[in-house]
């Protein structure tokens, strides 16, 4: 049974050093990019490209990817329905601290269900939370199968797989979309240039070094 929420006696101690001196410290603002999309659908892949780009940027960042967390803070955790719902909360959580510690967290999840990520967009002010949907067909992610999962899944070798016997929740309002062009998906560092280009647009003023508190995250 969950014991989330129920602590009592829990006080907040305020530190001396705040978001806005690290902001000022790193001339960057904080914020959350979610990668939502079906598995193989190209999460990984465009935040390691993103990733890339803003540090050659002179920007700060720091990938939450969905595989790797399984390897440690989420070890404990399985793909039930609770399990994802956890997994997302834990990952939202961590991914608020990094925001407010300065960097562009990028956090690259499956993240099937709608209310769990609306919970974690909901943990942060409205305009840090950026959401990038892979809006890839099924067709394309099975057929390139990365990991041998689909098949698997297919043959009923694993149960309760996203996109097969599990549902995936389309965004309803995302940030941006990525998605094919004449068939095509855009090249992992054109995929990238559509978050950065949001980010430098959306984010006054474009790619900025200097910070301002109204600078937002380029
Ligand atoms: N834009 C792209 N163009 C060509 N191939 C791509 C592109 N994006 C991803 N791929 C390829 O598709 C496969 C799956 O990509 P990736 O591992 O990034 O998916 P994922 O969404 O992270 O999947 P998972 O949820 O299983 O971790 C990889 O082999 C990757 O090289
Ligand atoms: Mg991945």
């Not at 609770?82 to 990952?91: A, H, K, P, T, W």
């Not at 407010?100 to 993240?111: E, F, M, T, W």
Request: aromatic content about 6%; charged content about 25%; hydrophobic content about 35%.
């Amino acid at each position: 049974m969950s014991t989330l929420g129920n602590s009592t006696n829990i006080f907040w101690h305020e530190c001396p050093v705040g978001n806005h001196e690290r902001q000022k410290l790193l001339n960057q603002k904080g914020c959350v990019v979610w990668i939502t999309g079906l598995s193989g659908s190209g999460k990984s892949t465009l935040a390691c490209s993103l990733g890339r780009e803003l540090h050659s940027r002179g920007k700060l960042s720091y990938i939450l990817d969905g595989d790797n967390l399984r390897h440690g803070l989420n070890k404990d955790l399985g793909f039930k329905a609770e399990d994802r719902i956890e997994n997302i909360r834990r990952v939202g959580e961590v991914a608020k601290l990094f925001a407010d510690a300065g960097l562009i967290c990028v956090a690259s999840l499956i993240s099937p269900y709608r209310k769990d990520r609306d919970a974690c967009r909901a943990m942060l002010p409205d305009d840090n939370f950026i959401e990038v949907f892979m809006n890839m067909p099924l067709e394309l992610c099975e057929k390139r199968d990365a990991k041998g999962l689909y098949k698997l899944a297919r043959a009923g070798k694993i149960k309760g797989f996203t996109g097969i016997d599990d549902p995936y929740e389309p965004p309803l309002n995302c940030e941006i979309e990525i998605r094919q062009k004449d068939g095509v998906c855009p090249a992992p560092c054109a995929m990238a240039g559509q978050v950065v280009s949001y980010l430098g647009r959306e984010r006054i003023p474009a790619i900025s070094m200097i910070y301002t508190p109204s600078i937002h995250v380029l």
